[in-house]
C-alpha cells in the first residue's frame, strides 16, 4: 500500500505526542520512566497545553486501573494507534499485571517503536519472558504477553489479522512466543484505547472498527480521547492548526459535536453503556491533592484558555459483558 503525504503527517502527530509528553514529564506533571527513549528532545508548550496532556493521561491510566480492579491478570489491553505510547511499561512497573497487551499503529510507526525497544535494555527486560523469547517478523515484535503489530486502522480484516497474530481474536492463530498454545483471549475482558486516534480516521472506517471490535469482545470496555466541539471559533483554529500542517482531521466531522455525540457512536457500535465528559468535567473530577500539584508546578494567570482547551476535548468510555456492568458512568 503506497502511503499518502496526509498518512505521514498523521505519523507526525505521534511524534508531536510523545515529544509534548516528554515535556511534561521533565516538569514533573507524572512519572514516566520510559518516555525518554522514544522522543529525542522534550517539546516545551504552554502550561495549558502541559496540563492537558496531564488530564489526558492520568484520566486513561485512572480508567484501567479501574477495569484491571474489575478484571484481574485474565485481560488484555488492545492500544489502537498506540504511537510511542508507554502505558504497557508503565503498568509493567505497577502490581497491575496484564495478560495480554497489543498495540497497533501505521508499520512505519511500530517498526519505529520496534527499533527502539530493540536498542534499549530497560525497555526490552519489560517484555521478555524467563526464556527470554521475543520474535520480531515482518516488522512485528511478538513477546509473551506484548505485541506490537502495524496494520491500518481503516481496515478491519487487516486489523483482525493482526489481533489474531497478536492472540487477541481467533483465527489465524497466535504467532507470540508464549501466546502460541493457549488458544484465543477475545472471551477475556478486553480494554480497547484508542487515546487521540480515531479523530484521524473518517467517520466510516472508524465506526467499522468500533463496531468490528465491540462485535468480537463480548467483556469490553473501550476508552476513546480526542478532540469535540470542533465546529466553534476555538475548535476551527484547532482544525487550521493542524491542517497547516498537511493533517486532516479526517474524523472531524465525528468530533463536530459534544461529548454526548462520542457516547452516540459508541453506543451506535454496540456498547450499549457509554459516557462522554468534555475534560473541563474530567479535570474537575481528578483527585483535588492532583490537581493543587499541578497547579504548583506552573500557576496560570488566568482559567480561561486552559477552559477553552478542555471544552474541546472529550474522554468517551463505553462498557459490556457482566464482568463491568457496576462499572460507574454516570459520573467522570
Ligand atoms: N495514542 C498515542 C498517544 O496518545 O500518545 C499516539 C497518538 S498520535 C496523536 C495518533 C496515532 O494514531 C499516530 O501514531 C498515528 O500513526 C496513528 N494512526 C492514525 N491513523 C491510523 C491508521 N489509519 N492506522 C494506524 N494508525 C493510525
Not at 103 to 111: I, M, Q, R, S, W
Request: hydrophobic residues 45%.
Amino acid at each position: 500500500r503506497a502511503w499518502t503525504e496526509e498518512d505521514e503527517a498523521i505519523i507526525a502527530t505521534n511524534t508531536d505526542a510523545s515529544e509534548c509528553k516528554r515535556g511534561a514529564v521533565e516538569l514533573g506533571y507524572w512519572r514516566d520512566d520510559y518516555v525518554q527513549y522514544f522522543s529525542r528532545r522534550a517539546d516545551r508548550r504552554a502550561p495549558e497545553i502541559n496540563r492537558g496532556y496531564f488530564a489526558r493521561v492520568r484520566a486513561i491510566e485512572i480508567l484501567v486501573h479501574q477495569f484491571l480492579e474489575r478484571c484481574g491478570s485474565k485481560c488484555q489491553i488492545i492500544s489502537l494507534g498506540c504511537g510511542y505510547d508507554t502505558l504497557y511499561w508503565r503498568l509493567r512497573d505497577s502490581t497491575r499485571a496484564v495478560g495480554n497487551y497489543v498495540e497497533l499503529d501505521f508499520p512505519t510507526v511500530t517498526a519505529k517503536k520496534c527499533q527502539i525497544i530493540k536498542r534499549n535494555k530497560a525497555l526490552m527486560e519489560k517484555i521478555t519472558n524467563e526464556d527470554g523469547e521475543v520474535v520480531i517478523r515482518s516488522g512485528d515484535l511478538h513477546a509473551d504477553n506484548y505485541h506490537l503489530v502495524g496494520c491500518d486502522l481503516r481496515c478491519v480484516a487487516e486489523v483482525r489479522r493482526k489481533l489474531s497474530s497478536a492472540g487477541a481474536l481467533g483465527g489465524a492463530g497466535a504467532a507470540g512466543a508464549g501466546a502460541a498454545g493457549e488458544g484465543c483471549r477475545e472471551a477475556l475482558p478486553t480494554l480497547v484505547l484508542a487515546e487521540c486516534v480515531l479523530v484521524y480516521l473518517r467517520p466510516e472506517p472508524a465506526a467499522a472498527l468500533l463496531a468490528a471490535l465491540c462485535a468480537a469482545l463480548p467483556t469490553s470496555m473501550v476508552i476513546v480521547y480526542e478532540q469535540c466541539n470542533l465546529d466553534d471559533k476555538f475548535g476551527e483554529v484547532m482544525v487550521r492548526n493542524l491542517e497547516s500542517r498537511g493533517c486532516l482531521l479526517a474524523g472531524a466531522a465525528g468530533a463536530r459535536g459534544g461529548p454526548g455525540a462520542a457516547a452516540a457512536r459508541l453506543r451506535a457500535a454496540g456498547w450499549a453503556r457509554a459516557a462522554a465528559w468534555d475534560m473541563r468535567a474530567v479535570w474537575a473530577a481528578l483527585p483535588a491533592a492532583e490537581r493543587a500539584r499541578a497547579d504548583r508546578l506552573e500557576p496560570l494567570d488566568e482559567h480561561e484558555l486552559l477552559q477553552q482547551l478542555h471544552a474541546h476535548y472529550a474522554l468517551g468510555v463505553a462498557a459490556r459483558g457482566a464482568l463491568l456492568a457496576d462499572l460507574e458512568l454516570d459520573d467522570p
